[in-house]
């Protein structure tokens, strides 16, 4: 059973950044594509950004778009999620995704489309 770990969470002021990571116990990110996913308080869950296998392929919620930065190092087995600028409104416990892919291409936005799960990790940014 693949188990994902998220770390880097944390308290940040408004403007702030925080980097999380991303990385699986139990095998390899080998052909997944990895998302993160956020849950503010009282909300449901929603997409956040995703990537592909080849990291050839991003993508981004409009809310986040031109702050946070997803990539990854299957070197290391590893993706990170750069988050510049935050606000409030980015105050979530945020997940990270994986699902094996067919194509190295293919980057989902769907919490349906993925069958790995992390734990989540609370992010709290102050005003």
């Known amino acids: 059973q693949v188990q994902l770990v998220e770390s880097g969470g944390g308290l940040v002021q408004a403007g702030g950044s925080l980097r999380l990571t991303c990385a699986p116990s139990?095998?390899?990110?080998?052909?997944?594509?990895v998302a993160w996913f956020r849950q503010p308080p009282g909300k449901e869950r929603e997409f956040v950004t995703a990537?592909?296998?080849?990291?050839?392929?991003?993508k981004y919620a409009d809310s986040v778009k031109g702050r946070f930065t997803i990539s990854r190092d299957n070197a290391k087995n590893t993706v990170y999620l750069q988050m510049n600028s935050m606000s409030p409104d980015d105050t979530a416990v945020y997940y990270c995704?994986?699902?094996?892919?067919?194509?190295?291409?293919?980057?989902?936005?769907?919490?349906?489309?993925?069958?790995?799960w992390g734990q989540g990790t609370q992010v709290t940014v102050s005003s």
């Open positions: 990537i592909s296998w080849s990291g050839g392929t991003t």
């Open positions: 139990g095998r390899a990110f080998t052909n997944s594509a």
């Open positions: 995704a994986a699902v094996r892919t067919i194509s190295s291409s293919n980057a989902f936005t769907q919490t349906y489309d993925y069958n790995f």
